[in-house]
């Protein structure tokens, strides 16, 4: 019986981990389910200033998961939101993935946010 023990113990701690795992996993900041769109692809020549690194860098990194959303689908306050989820799930994919997800550094992050903030839509009126 006592030998028993250890292994009953070992799925049991490893069940409750996988189980604590993915109840961390906080999906709640984003959009409700029933409005959430994966980006299907923005045509890259329609953005403004695209050539500069803000905008390269904006490309590379968000492109990496889903095609590239159009920056006027969401205001200058929404997006860095929406950024810092994405590096949320960005940090997720790639510690319990096979996909090759390079994630962004701060100083990055900060760049893509300025160009999403001052390429983004206006408010309806």
């Not at 070992?10 to 959009?31: H, Q």
């Not at 029933?34 to 299907?40: G, V």
């Not at 990496?64 to 306050?77: E, F, M, R, S, V």
Request: aromatic share 8%; charged share 20%; net charge positive.
């Amino acid at each position: 019986m006592k030998q028993h023990i250890f292994p009953i113990a070992a799925i049991v701690c490893s069940v409750l981990g996988i189980f604590l795992l993915v109840a961390s996993i906080d999906d709640k900041a984003g959009p409700p389910r029933e409005k959430f769109y994966m980006p299907q692809g923005f045509n890259p020549q329609t953005l403004e200033d695209r050539e500069s690194p803000r905008a390269q860098l904006f490309m590379k990194v968000c492109t990496q998961c889903h095609g590239l959303p159009d920056p006027k689908t969401h205001l200058a306050k929404e997006w860095p939101g929406i950024v810092v989820r994405m590096m949320d799930r960005m940090r997720r994919t790639q510690a319990f993935s096979m996909k090759p997800v390079v994630v962004p550094e701060n100083k990055e992050v900060d760049e893509i946010i300025a160009y999403l903030a001052a390429a983004a839509g206006s408010p309806a009126q």
